[in-house]
């Protein structure tokens, strides 16, 4: 008999984006953003700029990359990467969820460059790394946000590679090792790991990245949103915090505020550690679960921030499918109105089952409280 859990966790938040506030946070910190102001002023811009020196120190990016602030997320970012530097040498594309087969979409159907590659792999499982050919341009996500399956580390990626690599690294950034002396050109958002607001993207450029820019012309038409280089030079006073348009300031505001917090914390190691341990929590009491595994069945491969759990096989058989989406609707429902748990629902195009955010600004307790949930919350509305 499974007894309803006397706890409920301290935070219910656990979207996997927009993603959890780092603890402490208040809406206080708003009262420091520069409002009313040019973007362009000097107190605007030193603030965007203290963001992307910032970046780079809690990153310990190499000091010969170019860090800059762009529109649109992470989404706007990897697509302004795509627009710019693609089209030079042959492509291969690797893909193990949502997020990668839109990049595949935008490659081959958008921007419909030939001599392209698709490598693919299924919901919770990974491509042959081994197999990719490095002669090419990679494109590839570091972490998949929808399937909780991420690369084991950077290995793979050759030093002496004659193509691009070209990595989104959203869901990864802060709370995984990322290599950059393997990544080329890197993008992520201040809305995962940190707990950042939505609506701008990070673009992260190697030199070899920059070279390329400075002489590679697509023979496409590039949106002014997207152009990081004109005539032959890359727009430098992006990455000094002059923004291609306009930012909210107060995002900006809070983006400092969380980078902040990671250095008051500990800085990356810290925020690595906090996520590995909220994915032990979960390996530990998922082994004991009645209907509810890891999607991805590899350890090494195991996402530590989208932490994806699928419906075992032996539950799935026994209902059809638009029953089973009925009672998770009404589980979900039930958390929500409780507020032990938020957004949790896997993502539209996973297989059915549940997705907690294990980042750095969600508590280990909290995550192990919801698994207990769960549990009861299984018998109460799946197997009545």
């Not at 000091?63 to 649109?72: L, R, S, T």
């Not at 990595?167 to 950034?173: I, N, Q, Y």
């Not at 508590?363 to 207990?372: H, N, R, S, V």
Request: charged share 25%; proline share 5%.
């Amino acid at each position: 008999m499974i007894l309803k859990p006397e706890q409920k966790p301290s935070n219910p938040y656990f979207s996997s984006g927009p993603c959890a506030k780092r603890p402490g946070w208040n809406s206080d910190i708003y009262s420091k953003a520069i409002l009313g102001r040019s973007h362009r002023s000097k107190v605007a811009l030193s603030k965007i700029k203290e963001v992307i020196d910032l970046t780079k120190l809690l990153l310990e990016i190499p000091d010969n990359f170019y860090v800059g602030i762009v529109p649109a997320s992470d989404t706007g970012a990897i697509e302004m990467l795509l627009w710019s530097l693609l089209g030079e040498k042959p492509i291969e594309v690797l893909a193990w969820e949502s997020f990668g087969n839109d990049w595949v979409k935008d490659i081959i159907d958008q921007l419909k460059i030939p001599n392209t590659k698709v490598t693919q792999a299924q919901y919770g499982k990974i491509i042959n790394l081994n197999d990719v050919n490095f002669k090419k341009d990679i494109v590839f996500t570091w972490n998949g946000t929808t399937s909780g399956v991420c690369v084991p580390n950077g290995d793979w990626i050759p030093d002496n590679r004659e193509g691009l690599t070209i990595c989104d690294a959203t869901s990864a950034a802060f709370s995984m090792r990322l290599p950059w002396i393997k990544l080329d050109a890197t993008t992520f958002s201040w809305q995962k790991v940190l707990g950042g607001e939505a609506q701008h993207g990070v673009i992260v450029l190697s030199p070899k990245a920059i070279h390329r820019l400075e002489n590679f012309i697509p023979n496409r038409a590039i949106p002014k949103i997207f152009q990081l280089s004109n005539k032959g030079k890359v727009n430098k006073k992006l990455f000094t915090g002059s923004t291609i348009n306009t930012p909210s300031m107060l995002c900006v505001e809070d983006a400092l505020d969380a980078l902040n917090w990671v250095k008051q914390v500990g800085g990356i190691e810290k925020t690595i550690e906090l996520s590995r341990k909220n994915l032990l929590v979960v390996e530990k009491k998922i082994k004991k679960s009645l209907w509810l595994d890891f999607l991805p069945e590899e350890e090494s491969i195991r996402s530590c921030t989208s932490i994806c759990l699928k419906i075992k096989e032996s539950i799935l058989e026994k209902y059809e499918t638009d029953k089973l989406k009925e009672k998770m609707n009404n589980l979900f429902s039930f958390l929500e109105e409780n507020r032990i748990a938020y957004d949790i629902n896997s993502y539209r195009d996973a297989p059915i089952g549940i997705r907690i955010w294990g980042g750095a600004t969600v508590f280990e307790k909290d995550i192990d409280i919801l698994l207990d949930w769960l549990e009861w919350c299984f018998i109460k509305f799946i197997r009545e």
